[in-house]
């Protein structure tokens, strides 16, 4: 057993203790739960955002092209109960030759297996359990050496009730001011943190954002940034994600521009023709948006949901992915759904009471509608495009 010592704090007639200690000693006692299981005080962990903080720790991330630090300053909370408690004994202390005696509190912590064995579920993680199994045996990277000195700081709660437990995590974990998940992203991005599909839709945005020709420069926000009628960069790294825009960069863009900035370079000016060729056609201002749908998030969603489709029947009719020839693609629209122009994709912004105007209105008003309106619409229109070429060849 290894003698842990702590230092008692008081608030209100409460008493806890802050105590130094390795992660990976605490990690061993942990109460167990298994990824995604569900637990009385405590939201289900998640196998990927430990894997995050065990690879940072081991200094695999980098911070502005250096090796990250991997400190984790934050103290975790954690409640212990049964034979592993908060003990007490009167020690002596001697002070420029004045001994006085005063209390001294600390916790035996199993370190064998057969002694791990005697205490199992009696060390419960009330916050911070991701940073905690991060050094558990089954997920601390294999780089990160066992002779590696590393402390961290814990709140430690002796034996409090499922109430008090229960009062703690949401103290901590609702009743704070939450970071924004688009703050969050832009910290990681900082941080080095953001990984595979996710760092990439993220450049992407950033260079789309950053192009004065663009229509969506200065559009996107990111970070903390506020913008009138803007779209948060987590709302359009998803849809990119989701709907086969990030999927049409891996296996068109790279693989014809295989240098990374070449590679982003030409995907923007592919993404600016296309959204400003909808601008055109439907008399619409990104920059400068109005109550039309196709410039809200909605609008977009539906937008890049096609693009991919159009970009591919371009490209397979050997067509380069210009302005002119997305104009020429999207001119297909009235006549292929009957429509009277090609603004009346989204029906809603056009003031018409008729049946199938207010059933397309309808639609950009969920997601799940939206997307099914847009794969709808798409086939048709290629239909309507590949009847149309096979009557020209005729």
Request: glycine residues 6%; charged residues 30%.
């Given at each position: 057993?290894?003698?842990?010592i702590?230092?008692?704090?008081?608030?209100?007639?409460?008493?806890?203790?802050?105590?130094v200690?390795d992660?990976?000693?605490?990690?061993?006692?942990?109460?167990?739960?298994?990824?995604?299981?569900?637990?009385?005080?405590?939201?289900?962990?998640?196998?990927?955002?430990?894997?995050?903080?065990?690879?940072?720790?081991?200094?695999?991330?980098?911070?502005?092209?250096?090796?990250?630090?991997?400190?984790?300053?934050?103290?975790?909370?954690?409640?212990?109960?049964?034979?592993?408690?908060?003990?007490?004994?009167?020690?002596?202390?001697?002070?420029?030759?004045?001994?006085?005696?005063?209390?001294?509190?600390y916790?035996?912590?199993?370190?064998?297996?057969?002694?791990?064995?005697?205490h199992?579920?009696?060390?419960?993680?009330?916050?911070?359990?991701?940073?905690?199994?991060?050094?558990?045996?089954?997920?601390?990277?294999?780089?990160?050496?066992?002779?590696?000195?590393?402390?961290?700081?814990?709140?430690?709660?002796?034996?409090?009730?499922?109430?008090?437990?229960?009062?703690?995590?949401?103290?901590?974990?609702?009743?704070?001011?939450?970071?924004?998940?688009?703050?969050?992203?832009?910290?990681?991005?900082?941080?080095?943190?953001?990984?595979?599909?996710d760092?990439?839709?993220?450049?992407?945005?950033?260079a789309?954002?950053?192009?004065?020709?663009?229509?969506?420069?200065?559009?996107?926000?990111?970070?903390?940034?506020?913008?009138?009628?803007?779209?948060?960069?987590?709302?359009?790294?998803?849809?990119?994600?989701?709907?086969?825009?990030?999927?049409?960069?891996?296996?068109?863009?790279?693989?014809?521009?295989?240098?990374?900035?070449?590679?982003?370079?030409?995907?923007?000016?592919?993404?600016?023709?296309?959204?400003?060729?909808?601008?055109?056609l439907?008399?619409?201002?990104?920059?400068?948006?109005?109550?039309d749908?196709?410039?809200?998030?909605?609008?977009?969603?539906?937008?890049?949901?096609?693009?991919?489709?159009?970009?591919?029947?371009?490209?397979?009719?050997?067509?380069?992915?210009?302005?002119?020839?997305?104009?020429?693609?999207?001119?297909?629209?009235?006549?292929?759904?009957?429509?009277?122009?090609?603004?009346?994709?989204?029906?809603?912004?056009?003031?018409?009471?008729?049946?199938?105007?207010?059933?397309?209105?309808?639609?950009?008003?969920?997601?799940?509608?939206?997307?099914?309106?847009?794969?709808?619409?798409?086939?048709?229109?290629?239909?309507?495009?590949?009847?149309?070429?096979?009557?020209?060849?005729?």
């Amino acid at each position: 057993m290894k003698k842990i010592i702590v230092k008692k704090i008081k608030q209100k007639d409460i008493d806890f203790y802050s105590m130094v200690a390795d992660p990976r000693l605490v990690a061993k006692l942990r109460r167990k739960y298994i990824a995604g299981e569900k637990q009385d005080v405590q939201r289900p962990w998640i196998e990927k955002k430990v894997g995050e903080i065990s690879e940072y720790v081991a200094g695999k991330t980098k911070v502005e092209g250096k090796k990250s630090l991997g400190l984790i300053p934050n103290s975790p909370i954690i409640n212990v109960k049964g034979g592993l408690k908060v003990q007490c004994e009167d020690i002596t202390i001697n002070t420029n030759g004045e001994t006085k005696k005063e209390k001294q509190y600390y916790i035996m912590f199993p370190e064998t297996p057969e002694e791990i064995s005697k205490h199992e579920n009696e060390l419960e993680i009330i916050d911070g359990q991701h940073r905690i199994i991060a050094f558990d045996i089954d997920y601390i990277d294999p780089t990160f050496s066992n002779d590696t000195i590393y402390e961290m700081n814990f709140s430690v709660f002796n034996n409090i009730s499922d109430n008090q437990r229960k009062e703690l995590f949401m103290v901590t974990n609702e009743k704070q001011d939450k970071v924004a998940t688009n703050l969050l992203r832009y910290i990681k991005k900082s941080l080095g943190l953001l990984v595979g599909d996710d760092e990439i839709t993220y450049d992407l945005l950033e260079a789309i954002n950053r192009e004065s020709s663009s229509p969506l420069y200065q559009r996107i926000m990111f970070g903390a940034d506020k913008i009138k009628k803007g779209y948060q960069e987590t709302q359009v790294s998803k849809i990119f994600k989701l709907y086969g825009v990030k999927r049409f960069y891996d296996s068109k863009v790279i693989p014809a521009y295989p240098d990374p900035k070449d590679a982003i370079n030409n995907f923007v000016t592919i993404f600016n023709n296309y959204l400003s060729s909808w601008e055109e056609l439907s008399n619409v201002s990104f920059q400068q948006p109005g109550s039309d749908t196709i410039t809200k998030i909605s609008g977009l969603r539906y937008l890049m949901y096609v693009f991919p489709e159009i970009c591919e029947n371009l490209i397979n009719n050997k067509q380069k992915l210009l302005k002119e020839n997305f104009k020429s693609f999207l001119s297909n629209y009235p006549a292929a759904l009957g429509l009277e122009n090609i603004k009346c994709v989204f029906c809603d912004d056009v003031g018409e009471n008729t049946g199938d105007a207010v059933e397309r209105g309808l639609a950009f008003r969920g997601e799940g509608a939206t997307i099914a309106l847009a794969k709808k619409d798409i086939q048709v229109v290629l239909g309507y495009v590949s009847n149309e070429q096979i009557g020209g060849l005729l």
